[in-house]
Each structure stands twice: as structure tokens, then as C-alpha cells.
């Protein structure tokens, strides 16, 4: 099993930009694809972003790309969300996630697997209008 500790939430007004980060440990995250899920309250989970650690790999919701950069330190086996451009729609507890599984629909959209994922406690990211 996994474990991971994410950081770096917080209040930011809209426009700002925040990082978050998620340090894993406990075994080799090498064969994993690690992502980051958001959920307000509310709301369902949904995907933000994903990389696959073997090759850097990455996979982005389409709605978020362009504001959202997912990266990695592979020394560090930590996982970051850079959020740029912050609007009050993206207040919500943002999840880290070890070993999700990447497919896509027949349409192209990318669709997510979390039967056998760890998961991080979560940090709050509250976007002040």
C-alpha cells in the first residue's frame, strides 16, 4: 500500500494560483500513474489530472487544461499540481491518488479507474471571488 500526504492547500482569490504536493512513500511508485481528483461539496469526485511515473505521461481534464500542469520529482517520489488562474468553481478538497487506471472512451474522452487506488486525506483549496 501506498501512502501519501498531500500539502499546499489553502485560500487564494480568483486569479491566484496555487501548488499542491503529494509525497508518496511506502513502495515504488515507478509503475504507478498518479493523479490528482477534486470534490466539491456536494459533488461527485471528479478526475483532474494524471501522470504515469514510467514515462511522464500525462493525461488532463479537458476542462482544466491549460490552467493545470501535473509534474514529478523522482527523487523526491512527489507529485505536484501547479493550478494557475484560480476561479471560485475550483474550491473543493483536492484528492492525491496512486495507481488509478487511464482508459478512453470510443469518443476520446478519457475515463478513470479507482477499484484498487490509494488515496491521500485530501487538502482544501477554497478560491475567494
Known amino acids: 500500500q501506498v501512502q501519501l500526504v498531500e500539502s499546499g492547500g489553502g485560500l487564494v482569490q480568483a486569479g491566484g494560483s496555487l501548488r499542491l504536493s503529494c509525497a508518496a512513500s511506502?513502495?515504488?511508485?515507478?509503475?504507478?500513474?498518479m493523479g490528482w481528483f477534486r470534490q466539491a461539496p456536494g459533488k461527485e469526485r471528479e478526475f483532474v489530472v494524471a501522470?504515469?511515473?514510467?514515462?511522464?505521461?500525462?493525461y488532463y481534464a479537458d476542462s482544466l487544461k491549460g490552467r493545470f500542469t501535473i509534474s514529478r520529482d523522482n527523487a523526491k517520489n512527489t507529485v505536484y499540481l501547479q493550478m494557475n488562474s484560480l476561479k471560485p468553481e475550483d474550491t473543493a478538497v483536492y484528492y492525491c491518488?496512486?495507481?488509478?487506471?487511464?482508459?478512453?472512451?470510443?469518443?476520446?474522452?478519457?475515463?478513470?479507474?479507482?477499484?484498487?487506488?490509494?488515496w491521500g486525506q485530501g487538502t482544501q483549496v477554497t478560491v475567494s471571488s
Open positions: 511506502g513502495r515504488t511508485i515507478s509503475n504507478y500513474t
Open positions: 491518488a496512486a495507481g488509478v487506471q487511464i482508459s478512453f472512451t470510443a469518443t476520446g474522452k478519457i475515463r478513470t479507474g479507482t477499484s484498487s487506488t490509494s
Open positions: 501522470i504515469r511515473w514510467s514515462d511522464g505521461s500525462t
